[in-house]
């Protein structure tokens, strides 16, 4: 008897526990939440588009999107739904030497070392704080600090036009 | 009867010609043979890598694959296997105003106006006068003259290490 009453008082512990949120000190409650996992299976995402950021960056990318990304861009959708995931593969922008004596002329750079994986998720309750996105930024996989993360929604919140997102699908 | 005669010699015709090929002018067997329709639902293949050619080209790119490529890509195998299909998507690489102004500086390039899709098919026995691939190029959807696709193999042909295709796994 002892052991059912102990279940019941520890499962009525879980229920409370997932209605009632944790006390949070008030600076964390205030402050933006961020993607701090990369979603497992990114990697196999389909192509929304390719950029490449000169100067300091020296930086070649391409946006993958999962299959409601996908569709919301092939459709026009927007503002973006909920469930969104966007995960921007950068690379440095390495001149090959192999394809330029093929061509006979320095003129072309691959993807090369990978240097960082960005991601953006839609849940508009969750990253209400954010526009509804929120942000992630993984090297090796290690997700970066909060600190570092603070101007990603400052910059992006100047793309009003395209639900904060900056890429544009390529056809 | 008849009708049951003349089925059955239609069908022994089909069979006869799905063996023997039809015969051909003697210099169109020697000439390669090339890929002259865009395989269906290429842009939602998935992403192998990403390149920028400089110079007059001034193009930036990805390099999608079929199912059977991704996993050759993925796995390393090489040569790869009948039924690999790659597509090499095309842009102008086009400076981003909208970018550039919320970097505050000029460094953003993006995928600007499609030019291009180059199609490589692995088949082994049709493709044999060409190391196995075929080679396609279609601007607005239509297939370029056999002429404009002769240089394609002898170009690819100085790719040895790896089975006549330039492009590495983007991790």
Redesign the interface.
Same mark, same amino acid.
């Given at each position: 008897m002892r052991r059912i009453v102990f279940f019941l008082l520890l499962s009525a512990a879980a229920v409370v526990a997932s209605i009632v949120p944790a006390a949070r000190p008030a600076d964390e409650q205030a402050s933006p939440v961020f993607v701090t996992k990369i979603p497992s299976g990114y990697?196999?995402?389909?192509?929304i588009?390719? +950029? /490449? =950021? +000169? #100067?300091? *960056?020296n930086s070649? #990318? $391409?946006l *993958?999107g999962n299959e409601v990304a996908f569709q919301a861009y092939r459709e026009g959708k927007l503002p973006f739904p909920d469930g969104t995931m966007l995960v921007a593969?950068h690379?440095k /922008?390495v001149a090959?030497d =192999?394809?330029n004596k $093929?061509f006979g &002329?320095p &003129?072309?750079? $691959?993807?090369g070392p !990978?240097t960082n994986v960005q991601v953006m998720v839609k849940d508009s309750k969750k990253y209400a704080a954010t526009g509804g996105w929120g942000f992630g930024h993984f090297q090796d996989g290690k997700p970066a600090t909060s600190a570092f993360m603070k101007p990603c929604f400052p910059?992006h919140a100047? =793309?009003t036009d395209h639900d904060f997102v900056?890429?544009?699908y390529? !056809?």
């Open positions: 990697r196999d995402w389909r192509f588009s390719t +950029a /490449h =950021e +000169a #100067g300091n *960056l070649i #990318g $391409v *993958l593969l690379y /922008h090959s =192999e394809n $093929v &002329q &003129q072309s750079f $691959v993807a !990978p910059c100047k =793309e900056f890429t544009r390529a !056809p």
